[in-house]
């Protein structure tokens, strides 16, 4: 079997280690000996449909304007990627990049691909608005098969000022059990929509949630292989400390 990965612009978007997403997806694949095919996409590169996952990480505001302006440029071919069941991990400003819209803390406005049903205000560019620490969410059981999970929490590091909002036609990739999520109101973490998985989980995300981590390489490859079945199991005693060491921090 064979997989193909696209990272999507590391060289700007690539805060609090998000390039690590790439590597455990890489390697997770290779000790199951399925081969990995990394494509890496930067400003002013082609943009292929043909990788069977996309990453795209978190950056600052300066970076994330410089991304729009080329990543518009690629709107309908992701939207078809996207209905066709590709998958996407997007954190952050990725998840911000791929809403209708996000509203910097000068009221600066950057449009996003509208992929996902989310708005996202900063309300100030003041550090006490921040949302900012350890994270703890419940899996979503509208979008998870708990009974498949090792494990039922995602676990991250959250450092972002923007407000998100979901609309109708997303769900939240999870409910907060400490930190704050996508807003200090509603509880929610994250968007969901057919494979795209939004979160503002950095730290990075996948290394302490090889469950996650596992579920995105089972979909793409149910995507591109009928016979394809389950996973061979890892050895993840250390990755699920870590899981647990977030979680005893936050007791």
Request: glycine share 10%; net charge positive; proline share 2%.
């Amino acid at each position: 079997m064979e997989i193909k990965i696209a990272h999507l612009y590391p060289e700007l978007l690539n805060l609090y280690g998000d390039r690590g997403n790439i590597d455990v997806l890489t390697k997770r694949c290779k000790w199951r000996k399925i081969k990995v095919i990394l494509n890496k996409v930067n400003l002013g590169k082609r943009f292929s449909g043909r990788s069977d996952i996309y990453v795209i990480g978190g950056g600052q505001d300066e970076d994330e304007y410089k991304v729009y302006k080329d990543l518009i440029k690629h709107r309908y071919q992701i939207n078809k990627l996207v209905e066709d069941g590709k998958v996407f991990l997007c954190l952050c400003a990725g998840l911000q990049l791929f809403g209708k819209y996000f509203i910097d803390g000068l009221g600066r406005k950057i449009e996003g691909l509208g992929i996902l049903d989310i708005e996202t205000k900063a309300p100030s560019d003041n550090v006490r608005d921040r949302s900012i620490g350890n994270i703890v969410i419940e899996m979503n059981n509208k979008v998870f098969d708990m009974r498949k999970m090792q494990k039922t929490t995602l676990v991250g590091f959250e450092n972002h000022i923007g407000q998100t909002f979901l609309g109708s036609k997303v769900m939240p990739l999870g409910e907060v059990i400490r930190g704050r999520g996508n807003n200090t109101i509603d509880n929610t973490e994250g968007a969901v929509y057919k494979n795209v998985f939004g979160s503002y989980l950095h730290g990075p995300l996948l290394p302490k949630n090889p469950h996650f981590a596992d579920y995105l390489i089972s979909l793409a490859l149910k995507r591109k292989y009928r016979n394809f079945k389950k996973l061979k199991k890892l050895d993840d005693n250390d990755e699920f400390y870590a899981h647990e060491y977030i979680l005893d921090q936050v007791k």
